[in-house]
Every structure is written in C-alpha cells, then in structure tokens.
C-alpha cells in the first residue's frame, strides 16, 4: 500500500481550513492544521426532502434532480432501492423545490447503476451502538457516525495508514486523522485521549486512542465520532464497513 499526500492536493484542502482558528496560544507552540477539511463539528444541509410518489424510484428521482444517486443513497442510508416506499422522504441535497418525477421505464440501452457497497473495506474501530447515524438528522448534518463507547474504551485504526494530524480540534475534541492512500482517509474524534502522534504509520486494528467525550459540543454520553472520507469528501462509514 503506498502512503503519499502531494504537495498540491495538500494545498488546496488547506485552504479552506478555519476550525483551528482559536486554538493558538502564545505560551504553546502553533498547531499545524489537519491535511483535510473538516467544517464545523454541526452544519445546517443544503437541499429538500422529496415524498416519493408511485411508481418513483430512486434512480428516477435523482436523474430528475440531477443528483449523484451513490451521494443520495449514502445519504439516505439507503442500501436496496427496493425498499423504497411511497410516501418516504429522501433528502436531495441542493435543491431548491420539490420537482415532477417521470415515471416511465428506462429507455432502451439506458444503463440503470447500483447502489455500491463495499462492505468489509475498513474494520469497525469500536465496539458498540450507533447513536448519531450519517446524514440528516434533526435538521442537521452528520459527516460520519456515532458509536457508543464507554470512556476509556479502546479505538483501534480502521485500515492500515499514516496518521497525519493528532491534536485537539474545536467542534471534534481530540482527533485523529489518518490517510490510507491517496484517494481515503478517516477521522476517529471525541477521544479522551490520542495514543499515537503524527507520522506515525499504523495497521490495521492497531490501538490509537481511547474513548470519551472531549468535543463538548453534542451529546454527553461518551462515544466516537467517525468518519470515512473519499477524496476528501465523507461517505457513509455503514456502506464500508463490516
């Protein structure tokens, strides 16, 4: 497995970092920002909830927005498009109203994709209940899961990788980041403490950090915040792992 983060890739997302802002001291030496961009620990979605109608289906619905259906799926936790029902609602991010679906079957020779799911891809990196699931809830959204974890639990890496930020990080508590390969990365926040520092190159279920509840900024019951990122963009963690 090659480890390597170029020069211009880590450029670009350092630009839009701002969340460390308020994390530096003059009697402590300045904390370098992490290699990805996190926005802030709580966001406010962009983008309506469409009642599916008869005879709508996913794909349908998302050819008509114009919407990545991969994208609305992990959004939606939604793994089988059979299960779609009428009268469900499915947030569609950017969009403005709620449009007509056409209905009428595929052309002939339209290529209809799948749901991917690549389960197995990372290991859970804690044992226990999912609290917050990815996506939008309660008019917010969630860049990663929740799992429930008593304080002291042990957090284990997900996939072999380097670490390249292990710090406190405001809105997420102390947090690590680890870069997988040129196109993954994932976050493990809230710990109580980190176990590894940056640079460090770590395998797979290796112990990093222990849980807690250092974030201050939702819920007070101890867990793990964490997120799988593509590219820099987050996926839903239940479509990657076991």
């Given at each position: 497995?090659?480890?390597?983060?170029?020069?211009?890739?880590?450029?670009?997302?350092?630009?839009?970092?701002?969340?460390?802002?308020?994390?530096?001291?003059?009697?402590k030496p300045p904390i370098s920002p992490p290699p990805i961009s996190l926005p802030a620990a709580v966001t406010k979605p962009e983008g309506i909830y469409h009642s599916v109608a008869k005879s709508e289906t996913l794909w349908r619905?998302?050819?008509?927005?114009?919407?990545?259906?991969?994208?609305?799926?992990?959004?939606?936790?939604?793994?089988?498009?059979?299960?779609?029902?009428?009268?469900?609602?499915?947030?569609?991010?950017?969009?403005?109203?709620?449009?007509?679906?056409?209905?009428?079957?595929?052309?002939?020779?339209?290529?209809?994709?799948?749901?991917?799911?690549?389960?197995?891809?990372?290991?859970?990196?804690?044992?226990?209940?999912?609290?917050?699931?990815?996506?939008?809830?309660?008019?917010?959204?969630?860049?990663?899961?929740?799992?429930?974890?008593?304080?002291?639990?042990?957090?284990?890496?997900?996939?072999?990788?380097?670490?390249?930020?292990?710090?406190?990080?405001?809105?997420?508590?102390?947090?690590?980041?680890?870069?997988?390969?040129?196109?993954?990365?994932?976050?493990?926040?809230?710990?109580?403490?980190?176990?590894?520092?940056?640079?460090?190159?770590?395998?797979?279920?290796?112990?990093?950090?222990?849980?807690?509840?250092?974030?201050?900024?939702?819920?007070?019951?101890?867990?793990?915040?964490?997120?799988?990122?593509?590219?820099?963009?987050?996926?839903?963690?239940?479509?990657?792992?076991?």
């Amino acid at each position: 497995m090659r480890i390597h983060l170029t020069k211009s890739r880590l450029l670009n997302i350092l630009i839009s970092i701002y969340v460390l802002a308020s994390l530096s001291c003059a009697s402590k030496p300045p904390i370098s920002p992490p290699p990805i961009s996190l926005p802030a620990a709580v966001t406010k979605p962009e983008g309506i909830y469409h009642s599916v109608a008869k005879s709508e289906t996913l794909w349908r619905i998302c050819k008509t927005y114009k919407v990545n259906m991969q994208e609305v799926a992990e959004l939606n936790n939604i793994k089988n498009t059979s299960l779609i029902r009428v009268g469900d609602k499915i947030f569609i991010p950017g969009a403005k109203e709620q449009l007509q679906v056409i209905v009428t079957p595929p052309y002939s020779g339209e290529a209809v994709p799948e749901i991917i799911l690549n389960k197995g891809m990372f290991i859970w990196p804690v044992k226990g209940k999912i609290i917050k699931q990815f996506g939008i809830s309660d008019g917010f959204k969630n860049d990663g899961i929740d799992i429930a974890a008593s304080t002291g639990s042990k957090v284990v890496a997900a996939y072999s990788g380097k670490v390249v930020f292990a710090s406190e990080l405001k809105g997420y508590g102390n947090t690590i980041i680890i870069q997988h390969n040129d196109k993954y990365a994932t976050v493990y926040a809230n710990n109580k403490s980190n176990l590894v520092k940056r640079g460090a190159v770590v395998k797979t279920g290796q112990l990093i950090a222990m849980a807690g509840n250092s974030s201050g900024v939702t819920t007070t019951i101890p867990h793990l915040h964490f997120q799988i990122r593509e590219e820099n963009q987050p996926r839903n963690p239940l479509f990657y792992l076991p």
